[in-house]
C-alpha cells in the first residue's frame, strides 16, 4: 500500500488499482494492457465535468497512445424497450479481439472493516464492489445487450476488464484492515474529524477539479493553511475535505479532514 497523492494525470496511469480484480471472476486488470504513458492530451471539452467522466476521457486518450489498442465505442448505453439496463464504459480491440472495459476512480473513508463510505456516504466501497460483481460485467450477457452491439456492426466482446484507481483513507487513530476486494497496493491516505487535526505542519486542500492534477495547485504556497486556517476552510465547506498534509518533518500524506458529527451524518444516509 503506497502512501501518496498522483500529481497529474500520468502518474494516475501508473498508480496501482483500487479494486483487485482477482475478487471478479473471469475479469482481468485493464491497465495491464496500456502501453507506458505519454504526454497527457487534455481531453475534449463538454458539459459533463464528473470527476469519474473525465477520467474516463483521459483512459480514452490512454488507449489511443496504446499501438496494440483500439477505441470502438464508448458509453454504450443498453435499453430493454423503455427501460435502461446500464452502460458499457469502454469497447476496445487487442488486434482481433473486442473486449469490454469497465472504468471507475473513487474515494472511501474506513469507518470500520465492513463500512467505507465516499463524500456521499450511499457510495461505499462494497456497493460499488458488488454492483460490479452483479450488474455492470453480466450485462455484457443480456440478450439486450447483444442486439445493441449488433446494431453498432461489433459483436459480442470474448474478455472483460476493469481499470480502477482511487485511494483508500484510513482513521487517524487506529488500524484498521482493508475492505473485501481491495487491491493490496491500493493508493492510501488519512482521515481526521477536525477536533483531531494536527496542530503542526500545514496543510493543502485540495478541491474536486484538481484531485487528478494537485501539480500546479500544491506550487502556489499561497494555497497551503496552517491547522486554525484549514479548521476554518472545514467548517465553512460543510462537507469532507481533500488535503495533502505536509508534517514537521515534510512528509507529505494524502488525507480528509471530516466535520465531528460526520459519522453521524453518514450513518444516516447511507
Known amino acids: 500500500m503506497a502512501c501518496y497523492w498522483p500529481d497529474n494525470i500520468a502518474q494516475w496511469r501508473l498508480a496501482p488499482a483500487l479494486i483487485d480484480t482477482a475478487a471478479l471472476p473471469g ?5 495491464a494492457l496500456l502501453a507506458p504513458a505519454g504526454a497527457p492530451a487534455l481531453p475534449a471539452a463538454d458539459n459533463d465535468r464528473r470527476l469519474g467522466r473525465l477520467f474516463e476521457r483521459h483512459v480514452q486518450d490512454w488507449i489511443t497512445r496504446t499501438p496494440a489498442l483500439t477505441l470502438r465505442a464508448h458509453n454504450v448505453a443498453i435499453h430493454d424497450g423503455t427501460r435502461t439496463l446500464g452502460e458499457l464504459d469502454l469497447l476496445v480491440s487487442h488486434g482481433n479481439t473486442l473486449m469490454h472495459w469497465e472504468v471507475t476512480l473513487k474515494f472511501y473513508l474506513g469507518v470500520d472493516e465492513t463500512f467505507w463510505p465516499g463524500p456521499d456516504p450511499r457510495d461505499q466501497f462494497a ?33 472483460q476488464h476493469l481499470l ?8 487517524h487513530d487506529r488500524l484498521l484492515a482493508p475492505p473485501a476486494g481491495a487491491h493490496p497496493d491500493h493508493l492510501r491516505g488519512t482521515w481526521w474529524p477536525l477536533s483531531a487535526v494536527p496542530r503542526e505542519g500545514r496543510f493543502l486542500p485540495i478541491p474536486k477539479s484538481h484531485w487528478l492534477d494537485i501539480k500546479m495547485l500544491s506550487n502556489n504556497s499561497q494555497n497551503w493553511l ?34 465531528d458529527g460526520w459519522l453521524d451524518v453518514v450513518s444516516r444516509r447511507a
Open 127 to 159: 456497493r460499488r464492489l458488488h454492483r460490479l460483481r452483479t450488474h455492470q460485467f453480466p450485462l455484457l450477457a443480456r440478450p439486450a445487450t447483444g442486439a445493441r452491439l449488433a446494431a453498432l456492426g461489433l459483436s459480442t466482446p470474448r474478455s
Open 226 to 259: 496552517a491547522s486554525p486556517r484549514l479548521i476554518d476552510y472545514v467548517h465553512a465547506q460543510d462537507r469532507p475535505v481533500m488535503v495533502l498534509y505536509e508534517s514537521q518533518a515534510h512528509a507529505y500524506l494524502p488525507g480528509v479532514v471530516v466535520s
Open 164 to 171: 480502477s484507481r482511487g485511494m483508500l483513507f484510513y482513521p
Open 27 to 31: 475479469v482481468g486488470d485493464a491497465g
